[in-house]
């Protein structure tokens, strides 16, 4: 294997979006779709940043509100808040309510920089065009939703 393939082998295309004012990416491949916020059905007893769920073509999908979740101020009153379908590695698939998709960047995995315990929600930091953007680690935030709830 080559210097040029095994770089390439090391760079991820991620989603990048806006929750309050702080920017997070996630892989693009873990995207299944983006689609417009709609009106969510309360699920009684649901984590606090769970705020409903979807019917997404006959499949009931729950819904996290990042914002919540990561303790951030949203942005009041955006139009633009979209809801990102994801799908983990396990095979879950659940929407992530954001402020607001930005663009896709190429990240190479080595340029992200640890912040976080391994149990964090999120990966580490990386710069994009002079923004730093934190990296989700969508298997711990889906995770906590569907079995690290305490009974």
């Given amino acids: 294997m080559t210097d040029e393939a095994g770089a390439d082998a090391k760079l991820v295309k991620m989603i990048v979006f806006a929750v309050g004012e702080q920017e997070y990416c996630i892989p693009i491949l873990s995207v299944r779709e983006i689609r417009g916020f709609e009106k969510t059905t309360a699920l009684p007893f649901a984590p606090h940043y769970v705020c409903g769920a979807i019917n997404l073509r006959g499949i009931i999908l729950t819904v996290i509100d990042l914002a919540v979740y990561l303790n951030v101020e949203p942005q009041a009153d955006n139009p633009r808040r979209v809801v ?55 298997e711990v935030v889906v995770g906590q939703l569907v079995g690290g709830m305490p009974s």
């Avoid at 799908?87 to 976080?116: H, K």
């Avoid at 391994?118 to 730093?132: Q, T």
Wanted: charged share 25%; aromatic share 0%; glycine share 8%.
């Fill in 84 to 138: 990102i379908i994801v799908e983990s590695r396990n095979g879950t698939v659940c929407g992530l309510l954001v402020d607001r998709v930005i663009d896709m960047a190429d990240v190479n995995l080595e340029d992200i920089q640890a912040v976080a315990e391994e149990d964090s929600s999120l990966s580490g930091l990386v710069m994009i065009a002079d923004r730093m953007i934190g990296v989700l680690r969508l």
